[in-house]
């Protein structure tokens, strides 16, 4: 663990600026963005402030906001400032400077002013360091810019946390894609908080930039979108936490970003971020509203944008009510219309219109009733209308918005209605809009509901009641009064005054001709109810007859009228007040029950003003009735109040039914009462009270209750509600109690379409117009009426039935859409209840609707309900079957009136057709496909009784597509789909049968062959396989033509269903046909080949994908065990020679298992071996399913599959992991094999005939050889090679011996089963007489022992004797002797010493054979590579065995190998051998042979010689120091042999002498060896070796003849000069030693002949190469110095014009360069300057050219003799020789040259 001291070391380290660190500094220095750092660490900063200052003035020129930083980072101050001598104020204000200077220059950095600019504040200041964060974000807007790798690579490695994202890029030096810059600010909030606020501190400085802006909001948009992305995992708190943490982040950045005013483009980013928090989070209304708030602050150009946000926002907010702000900001937008139309294309606006249309209207409101002093935003009331009403208009409200808009308007009305008259402004608005297209229908509807609602919205507004109004119910006597007018109210009096002073012919108010005083009673009544007053005068009016209301139906039908008819709830709570205070006044003279249906009807109102007023009214007739019935005075009531004449005249047969008096009673108290006080809360609690009773009697599952009404009395109430409701002419009354009549199906035996049925027909009998236009005047909505009406009917009334099928009638649409529709409807809701026959009616008809035989587009309403009703109702199977019998009969009936089996079996063909028209045949079509469609549509599997009829359908097709001419794929298609949905249906009763007279199989063969259509063809093939997995029976004699069609179909198609199709009939269908076929105990094999020829057939038009996937299903379910052969046979046979089938064929099989595979193998055998039976039976069977015979090439065209298959290391894989599991497995393996062994054999023989195929069959055999794995190959041999053919056991080993040259050490080792067979092999060597086998025995045992033989020595041992016999290694002939040799270095290998035995009796022979494969005439290189081997072995392994004698013939043998050229593989495989020796021989064991050797190798000529040497090298190469000098003199006794090479050679030459060239190169190899010998021996050692070899080249140990000498001489003289050039200066004192022979030869040498010349050669180069590396001043002793220096001068003369005269300078030159001596120099010189006086100009100039090489060498230090050289320069420059005179001429000129003088005339005096 640290101590503290070191901590503390470490952050002062860490914090260091490297002040006294030169290195880093420099370093640091050279980090640049513009220079390479070689060259940044070499400028200074003047030079870098005068580079940088040029960028810095440009900026300037272009933005004259950069002249502030002149005086401060940029000034020449500057270029002195050190930010680590700064203080930390200084610093602080430095950088203030710095980010501005940043923030400033951002937007130019693309500018190369900008980066000289930057340099220098990088450079100087260090910003990269100092200042990273805000350095790096300037300049990230450009982080795909090119400069951005190098601004990374500038930066500090100990990056804040901040930038922490930057470091995968800066070790790539690659730019940061713009996703990674993304994520990080997601991500780290570090960077985020930084990145923002960097962006607004530039944007305060007025900074900014747009490339910034927009590369910030981008950014922070989608990284904010990311954070709230992320916080919608994890538990509901976590993501309202998480959502939290991102807003408060996030919010005061746009606080401060919306605060700054004059950016648009910082704006912009700022909506941008809003609208992605309002839509991914979830803000509450106060945050949306603070946020629209902040939008709207100070925005000017950015309004579009901000239109965008606000539109975001205001769809979230609930309530959509815009705050004063927001809402002042929109209507002072100009075109605020069309920009937010504009907006519309691709937001939703619609909330945002709806908060500014309230927010219009609420002013309005304020304006209008005074609560707001002032004038409107806009110039008038009149302006702010059309701008409301123009927002409606624009379509930019959605309907649910235009609801809630008119609700607000509505609800101010209401606000005022008990003070107010409706608001001028409101009443004009909502007028307006009622007249509009787009919004029209959508206010009239709301303002109706409303005002059933809201008491008084319509109140005191005739002309808005008149507006409101449907078109129709305007008539022509209505005045609708101006806007101006219809807001003054009108005066009752002037009401009154309108109301004519008699009814006129009308009997009743309740008629169904609306008297026309209603009109106007009704208006007064409606300024009555303002006044109390006035109301008592409207009651007292004599046209009312109030005092006769007890007898006359004018009073109460009247004020019955008013409740029930179109006017404000307050009026309708009125008149049902008025008719209560006039009955509690009166006595019950009549019976006033005709009140009873309409305060039924005030009962559902939905206004509870009107529930309570006709409560009020329910109990007061409640009391009244009980009264009477306590006072006994009900016989004095039976008069029924307009018992008659209440509705007009009637016919007699549509008499009134009224109720008594106690069944009025007990309506009353016993039930009406009682559920009062809940239907004042609920208005649906009435009705649905009313239901139940009346229905308690037919619910059975409902308890009996005492309070329950009486079957007769409900029956009497029900009949009294409907006889009214059918009789009374109000149309709003029967809207509102149809649905409660239609709730009762029956009362005792009274049904509700019995009892209503004369309303229906009396509605629908009446014109639609006239209809529509009676409802318009009730204000009610007729589709809604007419649906009702619908309602009546029952499904189990005949004649409901009846009368709907007249509603949906042909033509019925036209003359009555709204019923025709109603009627559908109707039959869709109560299909399920009509009876079979009924719907089989109503399905005629709207088939016959549905497909109209005329193609008119006029019905195509009518139409499409049709259909519409017959697709969403559930048809039943005889519907369905009825509708299959009567398609339009196009097909005649057959010829003959044969009985329907007959007919089933007749020739479709024979079928004649009746003539057709074109548009009759489109009809039946259309016909067939709208009812194929339905039949599909109730799923066919429910309804198995359609499979007969479609098939007749399938024949029919047939017909319907020869007559059109046209494929019916789409309707074959159908068809044959819905039969097999109904054959493979998996809920299937255990009852249901297959009618098989209801198949047709051969129609369904006909589709698979007669179309090209692949749907149709998928089709049919699936319903037959279908039909095959539950009655096989049925298609057992159509299989073959089903797949043949389906070969030349469907199986050519190249998609996936259609892969399916085939797979599944396969599965299905041929399973069964193999059942079948063995049940008959029929041969399966002819017609399974004709089912596989089919498949066969179509092989090259099988798409490429999936032809593998078809065939081995095919084979799969075919049984692979049983007929995969004959698959295989017939593809091979089909496409003789195609190697691609036979690939596929061995892909094929490999799939199958290895039983199944093996099997397969061994039936493809027998068919070929049947193929060559005179009697074939097999092969005839299945090869003539494709030929007509059995091809005599049939032969030979199966045999190329077996090799590809059993090669497939697939099966023997399969094979070894069966064999591996023992027990049945092994045996089953063993039998299979050695039968199609069996086989194999017999095809060998049979091809021994046929040259096309022998070399197959023998492929074949080697394959099934290589079968089995190496160990099962093994054991299984013995009984294999007990077969007396040669050629059969020659193959069966020759297999062997490849597969273990094959085997590798990693596979499971089989040594036990190789081991145990070497006596077998050596069987059958002592055995066979045949050579070849007994050949390829010796290999295999090869091979076995180097394997395994180590596993066992002693068994290889065994086997040692039998190759060393007379069988085998002694054999005669050449290739059992050499693989018996192979053999044998094997063995030695494996048994080492236990080999010894055997070498007595090997090596003899062995360097034998060597001998004679030498023999020339006679080589045999194999033998001699095969001895070669062996001596490798022993001499690797037994080294110590080859010594003697038998090194020596070795040796010998070797050298004569190397005469004999025997090529380079012979060459390699001896030098090979001949390294061993040098490297395995004991030294002196090695050396003692190569002296006995050495002169055979020398007369074996200059190969053997070299070969000699490369031992020799090798031997002292490998060997250490000590062995080479115990062994020097050895070794010396050698290398003077050596040397003595040339005086043989040469002394005298003869034919066999060697060629110079040859005798040079090995000269140079034996001066190589004997100089790494010297590198091993020490100066004691090889001085005396040296002196040894002098002296045995001067002859002095013997008399020598002068030529001998000479040639000893040369030799010795090469290799000093190669020794002195190897060892330089370390030897030069071994110079002493040749000085006196090399002055003594070159003073007696005569250079009369070629040897003499080379001798003076070697000694001049010897001598030069000694002077040269004279670094002991060696010969600047004069006793060295003098002899030679007058040796070399005194070769000039003879030497002179020789070309050997340049050799003679140069080591004059050497000897004058090694001496300093002043003396010695002009010892040397005199001589020379003489002889330029030579009376021959040769030797004349042969001085000079000493001089000049002397001076060139020298210089200034051969110089010193030049007054002694003037004179005889001047006698040269004055020469008679030309050439003496230039070269004299040089020689002054390279003189002045170094004295930096001329040689003038004064000189040379």
Known sequence: MKSVLELQLAQIRAKSSNSLNLKAQKKAHSQSLLFEPLIAATQDFDTLYQICHEGFTELCRLDPRFAGFSASIFSEQSKLEDRTLLTEAQNKRLDSILESFLGLVGSRLPLKPALQAVEWVVRRFRVHEHNVNHFTVTFLPYHAHSIFPTVLSILPRDLPRTLKFLYPYIQSLSCPPRHAVVYSAAHNQGFFAFFCGYVLKVSRLGLQYPALLSFWASITTEATGLMLDQARSGRREAQVQYQADVIMRVMPILNDGLSLGGIADLRVGCYMILTILSSKATLSNDALASMMDAVVLGWDETSHTGLICLAVMAQKKQPTILSASVYKALINLKDLKDKLSVLRRQYRVDKLTLGIVLGMIDELHKSATGKVKGKLTRNSNSDFVDQICTLFEADLLTRPSVVEAIDRMSSLTVEEAQTHSVPKVVSDIIIRLAASENVGETVRETVRRLNSTHEGLLQGSQALEIALRPSQDVDDDDEIPSVSITLDKESFDTALSRIEPRIGDETSFLSHSEPLIFSALSHAFVRAIESPSDLSIFQDLPVLRKPLAMTEPFFLPFFIRLWCGFHSPRARATAIETVSEYLAKQDLVSDVQILLPYLLYALLDSSRKVRQASGKLVLLLATKYRGLKDSNEKQTIRVILGQDQIYGPIRQDQQLMWLNLDEVIKLLNDFWVPNLEESLLDASHFSESLALSLNSGTQKSRPSNPKDLKTSLRQAIFAFLCNHVTHTPLKSVQLRLLPLLNRITKVGSLTRTKALMPLYTKSVEKNEAEFRNECNKSHVEAGQFIKELTEILSPTDRDSVDALKNAIRPGARSEAPLLNSAAHLRIRDIWSSISNASQLLLAETLLELSVPESDSRSATAELSDA????QSVELSSDTLIAFLERLPPLIGELEDKSSAPKKRK???????????????????????????????????????????????????????????????????????????????????????????????????????????????????????????????????????????????????????????????TMKLVIPRLIESLHRRKVDPLISISELLLSFVAAYQDIPLQRRLDIFASLSTHVGADDFLFALLVLLVDKYPGDQSVIDFVARLTAQQSCRTQLKTIEKYFDVLLDSENPKTALSSHLLETCHNNVSKDTFTNLLPLPIAILNAENLKAKIVHLLNKKGDDVTFVRLRYARIFEQVLTLNEISKTKEQSRELCEEILGALLRLLSLDKFVEALPELLQRTDSNTRINILASLENRLKEHRPSQASPHFACLAFLPHLMAVIGKSTDIALRQVAITCMDQVVEKFGKQDVSAVAATATTICGPECLEAKDASTQISSLLCLATMVEVLREAFIPMVPRVLPTAMN???????????????????????????????????????????????????????????????????????????????????????????????????????????????????????????????????????????????????????????????????????????????????????????????????????????????????????????????????????????????????????????????????????????????????????????????????????????????????????????????LLHLIRDDSAAVRLAAVECQLSLTERLGEEWLAQLPEMLPFISEGMEDDDEGVETEVRRWVKRIENILGESIGPDWLR
């Open 1409 to 1727: 054979y060597l001998a004679i494969s030498i023999e020339e005439g006679v080589e045999n290189p194999k033998l001699h590579n095969a001895v070669y081997t062996f001596m490798t072995g022993l001499l690797v392994y037994l080294p110590w065995i080859l010594q003697g004698i038998h090194l020596d013939r070795l040796l010998k043998n070797s050298y004569e190998s190397a005469n004999a050229e025997m090529g380079s593989g012979c060459d390699k495989l001896r030098s090979d051998t001949l390294q061993l020796v040098a490297k395995s021989i004991e030294a002196k064991e090695c050396l003692m042979a190569l002296d006995r050797t050495w002169t055979v190798a020398m007369v074996e000529g200059p190969l053997a010689v070299k070969e000699y040497i490369d031992i020799l090298s090798l031997l002292i190469e490998r060997q250490t120091k000590s062995v080479i000098t115990k062994q020097s003199h050895l070794l010396a006794t050698l290398f003077i042999k050596l040397f003595d090479l040339r005086r043989i050679q040469c002394s005298p030459r003869t034919e066999d002498s060697y060629e110079d060239n040859e005798l040079e190169e090995v000269e140079s190899t034996v001066n190589d060896t004997l100089i790494a010998m010297v590198y091993k021996l020490n100066d004691a050692v090889f001085r005396p070796i040296f002196i040894t070899f002098s002296d045995w080249a001067n002859g002095t140990a013997l008399e020598l003849d002068e030529l001998s000498k000479l040639h000893r001489r040369v030799t010795w003289w090469t290799f000093q000069l190669q020794f002195f050039r190897s060892m330089k200066s370390i030897v030069t004192s071994y110079a002493g030693l040749i000085l006196d022979d090399a002055v003594e030869i070159l003073t007696t040498s005569s250079q009369q002949d070629d040897d003499s010349k080379l001798l003076w050669l070697r000694i001049l180069l010897t001598l030069q190469t000694a002077f040269e590396h004279d670094q002991d001043d060696f010969f600047q002793t004069p006793s060295h110095f003098t002899p030679i220096c007058t040796s070399l001068i005194s070769q000039l003369r003879p030497c002179a014009g020789e070309s050997s005269l340049p050799v003679l300078i140069a080591a004059i030159t050497a000897l004058a360069a090694t001496t300093d001596s002043p003396a010695q120099h002009k010892t040397l010189c005199g001589p």
């Open 867 to 870: 259909a519409e009703t017959l």
């Open 906 to 1064: 007749t020739d479709l063909g024979q079928l004649s057709l009746r003539a057709a028209t074109p548009q009759a045949l489109k009809y039946a079509l259309r016909t067939i496909t709208f009812v194929l469609e339905l039949i599909s549509a109730c799923k066919p599997e429910r309804h198995p009784e359609l499979l007969s009829a479609l098939f007749q359908l399938l024949i029919a097709l047939k017909h319907y597509r020869n007559l059109s001419g046209s494929e019916l794929g789409y309707l074959e298609v159908m068809t044959l789909a819905s039969a097999s949905a109904i054959i493979d249906n998996p809920q299937k009763t255990s009852t249901w049968q297959l009618d098989h007279s209801a198949v047709r199989a051969d129609v369904l063969i006909e589709c698979v062959g007669a179309t090209e259509n692949p749907q149709v063809q998928q089709a049919a093939m699936l319903l037959a396989s279908s039909i095959a997995s539950i009655a096989p029976e049925l298609l057992l004699h159509n299989v073959m033509p089903l797949f043949t069609f389906a070969g030349k179909g469907i199986m050519r198609n190249n998609d996936e269903y259609s892969a399916l199709v085939i797979e599944k």
